[in-house]
């Protein structure tokens, strides 16, 4: 009993010293940081911003924010925190444009990465056989399309939305209408200058350091901060023809679609959208789309009907309208749209890509934009995209939805299964995504809670029905879901991390692994 009492008593002074030591090695944080000796500045008090994104749902209030001027002030940051440890508590967030869904840019009590106070080095445009710009990973994709529309050029790939930065959706895959054809963003990168989580500062791309460079590709922030990065350009067409042409039947619809995604497509961008239970849908779109016939689509009635909205673009120079016109005839007329709703407009460049941008300033304008987003994204197998559209469009979601839900699809020929990131076993996938908005403290069919419930429902579904379903922007509370989104893929992933972030010091808000203390 005498060793048992000395050794209880140990044992209490023992975990008392732990604490001791944490809080203390926690108290001594702000002030050690303030070593560093920086270009830019550290923030401990103007911190909430960093405890917020696009989601709005989750706040996780950081110690401290660091807006740099240099990779060297990301460099040297992550490294001290590297030197301080297991012990430490200290985790780094690099922040882009802070969109993410579910905290995952956010650093409980650790230190957030402003990336878009890093502004050079400048932008670099380089023209020629394979033109390229250098960009800083906290460069927004709407600047790097305005400089590199000076040259004549332009990313191949995009996002919906383009007030988001590079680290951002490198760090996810970054997925649109072009991706049928270009892969999304991360199968467009030439070259990556990486942060690795013991704050070493390494060049890597297909040929230098290409585990690092497939890892940090869709690995969710967790391998390394991108501090540059190296995008392929195309030369730039000047104006966009954009097309909208509606549908009954979901499989008529995801016919045509997998129609238009081979090699030869005529178009430059496909996607597609659901449209449940909408009145007078087609006068709304009057304002900026023509119907080619106008008599008839008066004559359509949209009310209370489930519609597929399937939606194309072709890009085009003005000399070229003629040809392009009848390109555009041709392709249509092989598909099976409901005659009367075949709808045009014909935009710039610029407008077409930063299309969602308008919506935000109207949504912003009547305080609807900074509201909860719980939002779901899923990539579905060709082969069971049917059985996916007939239960959640037919019976979870036949009444109501809270915001656009989008269904295209996508070539898997043009992804690479070397990058981090997870996608179904099949030729063809597609991107399902409920870009839901709830009204905050509503209780009703538009409130977070029910949302969030039809959320459950329809991943509920995917598993029983065994669909072979993947989340993009994944979320998840515990490892062994995480473990069971990479599947066969976790190991390496895993050992991806030991190797370049050992002490999972980066990306804490993706909740994959945590820092030992
Ligand atoms: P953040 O939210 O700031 O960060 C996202 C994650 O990446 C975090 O884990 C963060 O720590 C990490 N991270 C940030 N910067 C870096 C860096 N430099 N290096 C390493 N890790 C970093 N996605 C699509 O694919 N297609 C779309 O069409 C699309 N449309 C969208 C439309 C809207 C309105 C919104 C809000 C989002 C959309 N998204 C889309 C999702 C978007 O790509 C992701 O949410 C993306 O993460 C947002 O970029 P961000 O710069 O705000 O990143």
Partial sequence: PLNMLFLGAFMILFLSSMTV????????IPSSLKTLDLDGHFDFDEVQHAARDFGNRYQFLPLAVLHPKSISDIAATV???WEMGPHSELTVAARGHGHSLQGQAQAHRGVVINMESLQGPKMHINTGNFPYVDVSGGELWINILHESLKYGLAPKSWTDYLHLTVGGTLSNAGISGQAFRHGPQIS???QLEVVTGKGEVVICSEKQNSDLFHSVLGGLGQFGIITQARISLETAPEMVKWIRVLYTDFTTFSKDQEKLISAESTF???EGFVIINRTGLLNNWRSSFNPQDSVQASQFKSDGKTLFCLELAKYFNP??????NQEIRNSLSQLDYIPSTLFLSEVSYIEFLDRVHVSELKLRSKGLWEVPHPWLNLLI?????DSFAE???GNILADTSNGPILVYPVNKSKWDNRTSVVIPEEDIFYLVAFLSSAVPSSTGTDGLDHILTQNKKILEFCEIAGLGVKQ?????TTQEEWQAHFGPRWEVFVQRKSTYDPLAILAPGQRIFQKAV
Avoid at 381 to 385: M, N, Q, Y
């Fill in 21 to 28: 030591r944490i809080n203390l090695c926690f108290s001594n």
């Fill in 268 to 270: 430059d961008y496909i």
């Fill in 79 to 81: 490294k001290h925190i």
């Fill in 188 to 190: 467009n990168v030439y």
């Fill in 381 to 385: 197998p060709k082969s069971r995209i």
């Fill in 319 to 324: 000399k070229e309208t003629e040809v392009v």
């Fill in 472 to 476: 993009y922007l994944p979320h998840y």
């Fill in 391 to 393: 239960e959640v469009f």
